[in-house]
């Protein structure tokens, strides 16, 4: 059976909503990237070492970063030669089968967040402004009630003008609390105060939102370990989850600063925001692979259901849809 057809066996198993959400929100990149390779597939008559020259500039292109590209071509070539693979068609479901077995290769199944089963779970969100992380949390907050979960909001980004407010208008929306104080008030006080609340009143999930000033490098590092100090005090073991907001948009930029908020921080998954907006959807796959932290979630739309949570053959079938379809016509053609 072909990894296509074994691919499209899994994904029929899974939610269709969910199956759409990443089709059409990877559209770009899956459109651009595709496309390169369809057309570098169409000009080769063999696999040689020219064909594998293109096919690292169009990984490159599609922000897959040159560390990942020169790993994944090794892991290409490697498997060409051991198949005996001849045709450039045959390449296309090798890399989709490579791309599973990159998200997959470190963990036994995809990780989902850590929700502490007795007691009260602290989830922090980190990362610079302007990357959609007061959105983010508002869109966890919404699928964790819906989940069943009591949720507290803790608006510890006291600096940014209008944080606090749009914070509050997300808790209003979704129908979630907000713990307080003034802007520019200490994000440490804020996070106590939460932390006291949620306590008291016995909430499952308390999500704590920083501050993301990254040109104050060295004052918001000091913040953090100032935050996460108050509440590995207050509540042992906490926080559960560090969770750094990237927006896809930005590219090899999103890595940078998943590089910098990692020095400082124990980031424990990343959620990528904007992915339906950029064709460099790529970057994905460079996090993964570069970094050695988990995807946990990526924004495919401005809807609160669309922050879903990672799901690599939901991903990899998001890439190669067209791929995957006309291989099942030809598979049915050729039964």
Not at 92 to 98: C, D, H, R, T
Not at 165 to 192: C, H, T, Y
Request: with cysteine; charged share 30%.
């Amino acid at each position: 059976m072909s990894f296509f057809k074994k691919l499209k066996e899994k994904i029929s198993q899974k939610t269709d909503a969910v199956t759409e959400k990443f089709k059409d929100g990877l559209s770009k990149t899956r459109n651009s990237f595709s496309e390169k390779v369809n057309d570098l597939v169409s000009r080769y008559r063999k696999v040689d070492e020219e064909f594998f020259e293109e096919l690292e500039e169009i990984l490159i292109s599609a922000d897959v970063g040159v560390t990942t590209v020169m790993d994944l071509i090794d892991v290409l070539k490697t498997e060409v030669k051991k198949r005996n693979i001849q045709d450039p068609k045959d390449v296309q479901a090798v890399i989709s089968e490579k791309l599973v077995e990159l998200f997959t290769e470190d963990d036994e199944k995809v990780e989902g967040l850590n929700i502490q089963p007795d007691g009260l779970t602290v989830i922090l969100f980190v990362g610079v402004n302007g990357v959609g992380k007061t959105t983010t949390i508002g869109k966890l907050a919404s699928k964790l009630k819906n989940d069943g979960k009591s949720v507290l909001l803790a608006a510890g980004d006291t600096f940014r003008a209008g944080a606090i407010e749009q914070l509050e208008v997300w808790g209003e929306r979704v129908g979630v609390e907000v713990i307080k104080q003034s802007e520019g008030s200490d994000p440490a006080a804020v996070m106590f105060d939460a932390l006291q609340a949620a306590k008291a009143r016995k909430v499952d999930i308390l999500i704590c939102d920083t501050a993301g000033r990254l040109q104050n490098k060295v004052n918001l590092m000091k913040e953090l370990e100032k935050v996460k100090r108050v509440i590995e005090r207050e509540v042992p073991g906490a926080p559960h989850e560090v969770l750094l907001v990237l927006d896809a948009t930005t590219g090899q930029n999103a890595m940078s600063q998943a590089k910098q908020f990692s020095e400082a921080t124990n980031v424990t998954g990343i959620v990528l925001t904007k992915l339906d907006g950029t064709a460099k959807g790529g970057i994905v796959l460079a996090i993964r692979n570069e970094l050695k932290t988990p995807v946990k979630f990526v924004g495919l739309g401005e809807k609160t259901e669309d922050l879903q949570e990672f799901d690599p053959e939901q991903f990899v079938y998001g890439l190669f849809a067209e791929m995957v379809e006309s291989s099942e016509i030809e598979d049915q053609e050729e039964a």
